[in-house]
């Protein structure tokens, strides 16, 4: 049996909460004017999302050039190699060690955190639950993420939005890498990675 309504009487947190103390299988979508993001669910465990913006989808490979994790140049290349040999981008890009499987989760991560951000931003919409249905049916690395954790952390995020644009609210504003860089000696692999891009 399906589930449908708006943002009205429910909230989306109370909806991917309700739907992980149920351990129920199927996707929820949910849709607030042009945008629509879907969830993937079993047994109550995320097992990837979706955000598309007027028809159009982000789809992972934006994520893995995002995170810095492979140029525009290696995208290009393995895409055409995953054509021609009738592979997913991710089979090739694994079978020549330019992504392990669990970098692949830990984008795979990255990427459903930002979507619920994104969900959790907005203030009205609709949604849908088609139970016993998938994505990502056929990929080869499967995920399997702790509703709440991501749901926490999204709340995080959304209670300190607020002090983080007041700082960043100037578009004109332009981070730029210092001469000599007070950097620690030991810096996390995110860490590097936003350093890289600055």
């Known amino acids: 049996m399906g589930l449908e309504g708006d943002f009205k009487s429910v909230?989306?947190?109370?909806?991917?909460?309700?739907?992980?103390?149920?351990?129920?299988?199927?996707?929820?979508?949910?849709?607030s004017k042009t945008d629509t993001i879907s969830i993937s669910f079993d047994n109550g465990r995320i097992t990837g999302a979706i955000h598309g913006r007027g028809g159009s989808q982000f789809p992972l490979e934006r994520y893995l050039v995002v995170s810095g994790r492979i140029s525009k140049e290696?995208?290009?290349?393995?895409?055409?190699?995953?054509?021609e040999a009738g592979l997913s981008l991710e089979a090739v890009l694994m079978k020549e060690g330019v992504l392990t499987e669990d970098i692949f989760r830990e984008i795979i991560r990255c990427k459903v955190q930002e979507i619920l951000d994104e969900l959790f931003s907005w203030e009205e919409g609709k949604y849908r639950f088609e139970p016993g249905v998938a994505l990502y049916s056929r990929s080869?690395?499967?995920?399997?993420?702790?509703?709440?954790?991501?749901?926490?952390?999204g709340m995080r995020r959304i209670d300190e939005w607020p002090q983080m644009k007041k700082v960043l609210d100037n578009p004109q504003l332009v981070f730029d890498k210092k001469e000599s860089p007070d950097v620690p000696a030991s810096m996390e692999e995110d860490e590097k990675i936003v350093l890289s891009l600055i």
């Not at 909460?17 to 149920?22: H, K, N, R």
């Not at 080869?140 to 952390?153: A, N, Q, Y």
């Open 11 to 31: 909230s989306p947190v109370e909806l991917l909460q309700m739907i992980a103390q149920q351990q129920k299988t199927g996707v929820m979508t949910f849709v």
């Open 140 to 153: 080869r690395v499967k995920v399997s993420f702790d509703p709440m954790g991501l749901i926490l952390e």
């Open 74 to 83: 290696e995208l290009y290349k393995a895409k055409l190699k995953a054509e």
